[in-house]
């Protein structure tokens, strides 16, 4: 079985901070992982997906994530955070045999101060 | 390039009524997923279609929801009857093939009120 944990179902920070969206997950396969942002009334949009090869994922808009098989996690930043970065996050997980069913966590809502 | 459009984006009914959602995936994608997003919560998959087969709907609740993908183009996801508790938001996704490593691209929902 599969399951994701994301820490803090809301983090706050200031226009230019660093932004820091935690995410665990639990795997007995090698997974793939995904960061994926919802803006309100909006479709989920992909930042970045993990499948192999190199650990730091560069995605849109600015953010990385890197991917820790030791700490099973993966977690999301980005190094000066944009008023439009205001948005829910979500970290996902699949592989194995699961095919294209993500495991959702449940969400980081990401609050940006002027 | 179009995404994946959905219809409608808002629906209001009283409970034990029938209500069905539709989605058209993004052209020449032959996997569709129907997902279901709770408030405050993830989505978690309803039904993942490879053209026109139903490959995963474990978690879809066979005694009142049901879907089909004719054609394997468009889909529909109907509920009869709907109960309070199927208030939230409906998402379909679409993706090129049917590996785990395919990106899903997803429509903007319909929210589904039922009071």
């Known amino acids: 079985a599969q399951s994701v944990t994301q820490l803090g179902s809301h983090v706050s920070v200031s226009e230019g901070a660093l932004v820091l969206l935690r995410c665990n997950y639990s795997s007995s396969v090698p997974p793939y992982l995904f960061w994926y942002v919802q803006y309100p009334n909006q479709g989920l949009q992909l930042l970045l997906k993990y499948t192999t090869g190199a650990t730091l994922v560069k995605g849109i808009n600015g953010f990385e994530a890197e991917f820790k098989k030791s700490e099973t996690s993966f977690h999301l930043t980005k190094p000066s955070a944009h008023m439009s970065d205001a948005a829910e996050y979500f970290c996902a997980v699949t592989g194995g045999n699961q095919g294209g069913k993500l495991i959702f966590g449940q969400g980081t809502e990401l609050s940006v101060k002027p | 390039e179009a995404g994946v459009v959905q219809s409608p984006r808002y629906k209001i009914i009283e409970k034990k009524q029938p209500v069905a959602f539709w989605c058209n995936p993004i052209?020449?994608?032959?996997?569709l997923y129907w997902y279901l997003q709770n408030l405050g919560q993830g989505p978690e998959l309803l039904i993942r279609y490879e053209n026109e087969e139903a490959v995963d709907d474990s978690q879809l609740p066979k005694d009142r929801f049901s879907a089909e993908r004719l054609k394997g183009v468009d889909s529909t996801l109907k509920i009869q009857p709907a109960e309070l508790g199927d208030s939230a938001v409906y998402l379909c996704?679409?993706?090129?093939?049917?590996?785990?490593?395919?990106?899903?691209?997803f429509g903007p929902g319909t929210r589904l009120t039922v009071l």
């Open positions: 052209s020449g994608h032959n996997t």
């Open positions: 996704a679409s993706s090129l093939g049917w590996h785990a490593t395919d990106t899903q691209y």
